[in-house]
């Protein structure tokens, strides 16, 4: 019903303005017009901001139709200032209604429920837009040309009571507070946002086309029809318009939504009226005008529409109320007086082709806003993210924030699509190392000494080497006793104080499958002490690695490498690669996956935690968003992390776009079942039968992980 009012709205203020005044006169109507709506606007954004659209959008419709009821008695009496007035007051309240009744769709649902509706209440909109040019039409039939205002007021009353109803949903607060600043405060800010400065002059360079692209339209209607039939041929050719529309809502909008995303959909207005532009310049005519009109309006009240509203989603209620009405409409309406202006200087300045001329700067106006929507999707990621940064406090208990913990910004970090991580050659050093010397005292005889020591079957005597300063040379049989609980700790200790001579020898066991699980389990933190660029390429590797527990921990380390500005050549596509082998394994695998709690790891004070008991997330899903958070902003991911399993659905419904705005297809298509399903195993499958240790090594992590105290205090007496 809103969009019915506004359609019949346009074709009746059209239709009475040019039954009084010639066309030559509408673009200087269209400026006075627009320039009258700015303050209503401006007051708008601040009413909006205070009570919400829910309780001022009705009213609004309440006051539209008592003023359209007064307009009708005066025209008789005074019909030229009557039809001004209903041209200023339809111009800007229908705009600000139909911006209100979006503004209570957009704060109704979260970005992701409004996706999955939004295509049905466009259709909604799309046949409200059919019945109000029917409505226009058959009025201009029935009835006189002027009761066409008594007929738009009874509409806007309907609409006053289904949008009180509609809002219901909306959780009324207080009113807020109006910031002192007062509404260029609103203006100053979305200049300053890259999201909200492009809408706005993506709406202002389409309003321009569209204002030239209509008075070329118009000028054709009211050369080929009689004055008294001008009201029924416009809601004719809006009444087609919107049929047309209706189809291409019904079959392609969604889907386009679906695969181009929210930031493209948008462009694709501008896209449009380029290529109508050049269409109507290639092809002259009435009808080619008419189809180049039809065509704008089809897209912008389908397509651009329906993901216009969308881009909103980032912004917080406190930024969207004031600075969506303020750039749906009042750029829109700043866009309307460029128009007029630049078509009064080409139809009253003496141009030869008054025409071509106005065809070529709508698709001039066309080109220009076609190259600010193509900065839309970057900036609409970046907004996503820091709406995610803003809303850090409302997941606050679920995240860790141990400054140890390697999941922090990565913003800024350069990445290289030339990256081979498995050369060699990536292993060498610029310039020239020295060379080292054993650290001992008594050199080869005392390097000697410690190695049988370490080897020797009494752990007294192993636990007095590993009190010593440890030479390279000892690494492997250093290696060797991390694999043993009773002395690894000490001997991660040894090895991470040489480690800087010895990551060659610890990633290459690291990288052996043939190393004890426990050993490959406890070697990234060791190497993460190591030399960054080899430390990086086993840690690399290892992401490969067939234990998930290896595979865990090491993009632990690189999160905390890349961190520190150590993985400055891995690309996105590697990356992603990486996340597509991790994603796609058998669901039940990745549902009964979980990290070994390492009791040596998680006590020793110099390694780094890859796993941490505050964190709920579960360790697949961490993963995962670990190592994407290697070539991604990493703080947003951890939020977005924990925002999708939360029960708030606007936080899961922007984690969720934001995660939509940044993955490839096929890496979402992998990752949203997980997301969805979470960890839990759905009732309707049998739980897995519990799986027999296969060896002893196997036994004593089972052991370990269902009876830690016991086996520590074991370990104790043993030792005693």
């Not at 007051?89 to 209100?100: D, M």
């Not at 009835?143 to 959780?171: K, N």
């Not at 066991?509 to 389990?521: I, T, Y």
Request: aromatic share 6%.
């Amino acid at each position: 019903m809103v969009i019915a009012a506004f359609v019949a709205s346009k074709a009746a203020r059209d239709a009475i303005l040019l039954s009084n005044f010639s066309i030559k006169w509408l673009p200087l109507f269209i400026a006075i017009a627009a320039v009258t709506s700015l303050p209503v606007i401006l007051v708008a954004g601040r009413l909006l901001h205070r009570f919400g659209p829910a309780r001022l959008v009705p009213l609004a419709n309440l006051f539209s139709a008592a003023m359209l009821v007064v307009e009708w008695l005066l025209l008789e009496s005074f019909p030229r200032p009557a039809a001004v007035m209903v041209f200023i007051h339809l111009s800007t309240a229908a705009a600000v209604l139909v911006s209100g009744f979006w503004s209570i769709v957009n704060e109704r649902f979260d970005v992701q429920t409004a996706k999955r509706h939004i295509g049905r209440i466009g259709m909604g909109a799309t046949l409200g837009g059919i019945m109000g040019g029917v409505i226009a039409e058959r009025t201009a039939v029935y009835l006189p040309a002027d009761m066409v205002l008594l007929v738009l007021a009874v509409m806007q009353a309907v609409c006053a009571i289904a949008l009180y109803t509609f809002g219901a949903g909306i959780q009324h607060d207080k009113p807020a507070e109006v910031p002192g600043e007062g509404p260029l405060t609103t203006l100053k800010d979305a200049a300053k946002q890259p999201l909200l400065r492009n809408i706005g002059l993506i709406v202002v360079l389409t309003a321009v086309a569209a204002g030239i692209m209509d008075y070329v339209f118009k000028a054709d209607i009211v050369a080929g029809a009689a004055e008294d039939s001008l009201l029924r041929s416009l809601a004719l050719f809006y009444t087609i318009t919107n049929v047309i529309t209706a189809v291409f809502q019904l079959a392609l909008t969604g889907p386009l939504i679906a695969r181009l995303g929210v930031p493209r959909s948008v462009a694709t207005l501008p896209l449009v009226m380029s290529g109508l532009g050049v269409f109507t310049l290639l092809v002259p005519g009435a009808m080619s005008a008419a189809v180049a009109r039809s065509g704008e309006l089809v897209i912008r009240n389908s397509l651009y529409r329906s993901s216009y509203e969308l881009l909103y989603a980032p912004l917080s209620e406190e930024k969207k109320r004031p600075t969506k009405v303020v750039l749906d409409v009042g750029a829109d309406k700043v866009g309307d007086i460029l128009g007029a202006q630049v078509v009064s200087l080409i139809v009253f300045v003496s141009v030869i082709d008054v025409r071509t001329t106005l065809l070529m700067a709508a698709l001039v106006a066309g080109v220009l806003a076609l190259m600010f929507a193509a900065r839309l999707p970057r900036a609409y990621t970046k907004a996503l993210e820091q709406s995610l940064l803003e809303r850090a406090d409302e997941v606050k208990d679920d995240i860790h924030t141990d400054p140890a913990e390697p999941w922090v910004s990565l913003n800024g970090m350069p990445t290289s699509p030339n990256f081979v991580p498995l050369r060699v050659r990536s292993r060498r050093k610029t310039g020239k190392r020295k060379a080292t010397q054993p650290h001992m005292v008594g050199g080869i005889d005392a390097v000697v000494e410690v190695i049988k020591d370490l080897r020797s079957p009494d752990v007294n005597h192993i636990r007095r080497a590993l009190a010593k300063p440890m030479p390279k040379e000892a690494a492997t049989h250093l290696i060797e006793l991390v694999g043993r609980d009773d002395v690894a700790g000490q001997a991660m200790t040894s090895l991470i104080s040489i480690a800087k001579d010895a990551t060659g020898v610890i990633a290459d066991a690291l990288l052996d499958p043939d190393s004890k699980p426990a050993v490959r389990r406890r070697l990234p933190g060791v190497i993460l002490h190591g030399h960054p660029d080899l430390a990086v390429w086993a840690l690399w590797r290892s992401l490969a690695d067939p234990s998930f527990d290896v595979r865990y921990r090491a993009g632990a380390m690189l999160a905390k490498l890349a961190a520190d500005g150590h993985l400055r050549h891995v690309s996105k596509d590697e990356v992603f690669e990486a996340v597509r082998r991790e994603l796609g394994t058998d669901p039940q695998e990745w549902r009964s996956r979980d990290v070994v709690h390492d009791l040596v790891e998680a006590s020793h004070p110099s390694l780094v935690k890859a796993t941490d008991d505050d964190v709920r997330s579960p360790s697949n899903l961490e993963h995962v968003f670990r190592v994407l958070g290697l070539v991604l902003p990493a703080e947003p991911l951890r939020i977005a992390l924990h925002a999708v399993q939360t029960d708030e659905p606007s936080l899961r419904g922007t984690a969720l776009e934001y995660l939509e705005s940044i993955l490839p297809a096929d890496v979402r298509a992998q990752l949203w079942p997980m997301i969805e399903t979470g960890e839990s195993v759905p009732s309707e499958e049998p739980k897995p039968e519990p799986r027999v240790p296969s060896n002893s090594e196997e036994l004593l992590i089972k052991l370990r992980t269902v009876y830690p105290d016991v086996l520590a205090r074991l370990s104790v007496k043993k030792s005693a």
